[in-house]
T-cell receptor, first 112, second 113 residues
């Protein structure tokens, strides 16, 4: 198995632009998580999907952030408009049943 | 969810056992103890988890005190590749398999040659 796949690995954009991060979970996993990691705040859970349905989005910082999971093999995290304070590494993780979470390699986002 | 307390950093000589402590005094009865690690710039990697009994796998051993208020992760023979930030977290399974966990600041383990 290729593990959790995220794209792009690096993204540099200007303030005000729309940014879309992508995630392909491990095949057969029914839970998907989006995290954000910064030096100041550490690793924060943004949103959790179970069977493609958003269950807990209490960590989504504000309306500029949105996440979708149109099918079991794909999820997106969109920031519109982006701001410099959104600069961080964004991780996607998936989990099957009662197992542990498997994290992807992350997307390093820089907003200038 | 229960909060955890870990030392900020630790050093360990290569080939020796690394013992990483964690306090979770407010853990509730249905919460598990999980350990993950994050090697520089990579995504966190699962190591081990347990509820009340000690656990061992190919990577590490987890010792949980009888009152469950603290635990220790043991890497039996640390190598340079074990240099990483180690996160001790507590979480629980909700219906449907939801595992809400909160990552703290972790312990930065430096393995010294």
């Amino acid at each position: 198995d290729a593990g959790v796949i995220q794209s792009p690995r690096h993204e540099v954009t200007e303030m005000g632009q729309e940014v879309t991060l992508r995630c392909k979970p491990i095949s057969g996993h029914n839970s998907l998580f989006w995290y954000r990691q910064t030096m100041m705040r550490g690793l924060e859970l943004l949103i959790y999907f179970n069977n493609n349905v958003p269950i807990d989005d209490s960590g989504m910082p504000e309306d500029r952030f949105s996440a979708k999971m149109p099918n079991a093999s794909f999820s997106t995290l969109k920031i519109q408009p982006s701001e410099p304070r959104d600069s961080a590494v964004y991780f996607c993780a998936s989990k099957g049943g009662e197992s542990e979470q498997y994290f992807g390699p992350g997307t390093r986002l820089t907003v200038t | 969810d229960a909060k955890t307390t870990q030392p900020t950093s630790m050093d360990c000589a290569e080939g020796r056992a690394a013992n990483l402590p964690c306090n979770h005094s407010t853990i509730s009865g249905n919460e598990y103890v999980y350990w993950y690690r994050q090697i520089h710039s990579q995504g966190p990697q699962y190591i081990i988890h347990g509820l009340k009994n000690n656990e061992t796998n190919e990577m590490a051993s987890l010792i949980i005190t009888e009152d469950r208020k603290s635990s220790t992760l043991i890497l039996p023979h640390a190598t340079l590749r074990d240099t990483a930030v180690y996160y001790c977290i507590v979480g629980r399974f909700y219906s449907g398999g939801y595992q809400k966990v909160t990552f703290g600041t972790g312990t930065k383990l430096q393995v010294i040659p």
